[in-house]
């Protein structure tokens, strides 16, 4: 009888964690696409889905990468069924959602130079990506408006602000990633347990 209580026991912890992991992903996926819901203002339309991935990243952190990219799956196909703003939804599918979850693993590439290589080169492939998609869906000439004024060079002077703003993006999701860990991490799922 006692071997059969255990037994149960066991079960229903282990129902109680699936029930809980399931759980955080779906409030994680919603937090990720009411934020993206916000980048119908303009001016948030870069910084809502590096904000929405970083939400999705704390589910790798707490249940595991699996679970992780499960949230960024579904919260991605929520932004494309949801969100109109289709630049703000590529830049979060093709980047800003599961970049979060993998920049651990590329830093563990010895020596930390060819890490931040990997990192650049997942990034621009991740840019080109998206912005070939953006001109097949918008006009191309939307896309570069504004940027007459640098001529032939637009282009270019586009991509290189793209990869500093990357390199400034990388650099804070270290500290976001530390400050997770030693001050909200404890707090609150000490109390989930």
Avoid: H
């Amino acid at each position: 009888k006692r071997k059969k209580e255990k037994g149960k026991r066991i079960y229903m912890s282990r129902q109680a964690g699936s029930s809980f992991k399931i759980a955080y992903c779906g409030i994680t996926t919603a937090l990720s696409v009411i934020v993206m819901l916000a980048a119908l203002i303009p001016s948030f339309t870069y910084l809502l889905p590096a904000v929405s991935g970083i939400i999705i990243w704390t589910a790798a952190e707490q249940l595991g990468r699996k679970w992780g990219f499960l949230a960024y799956g579904a919260s991605a196909l929520l932004c494309f069924m949801l969100i109109p703003e289709i630049e703000a939804d590529l830049y979060y599918l093709f980047f800003f959602g599961w970049y979060p979850i993998i920049k651990e693993l590329i830093e563990k590439v010895k020596p930390k130079i060819l890490a931040f290589a990997v990192k650049l080169a997942v990034f621009n492939a991740a840019v080109v990506a998206a912005f070939q998609i953006s001109c097949q869906i918008m006009n191309l000439e939307e896309i570069l408006e504004g940027l007459e004024g640098f001529g032939d060079m637009a282009v270019y002077v586009l991509w290189g602000a793209a990869n500093a703003a990357f390199i400034v993006y990388d650099i804070c999701l270290n500290s976001l990633f530390m400050a997770f860990r030693r001050w909200i991490k404890p707090k609150i799922f000490r109390k989930l347990k």
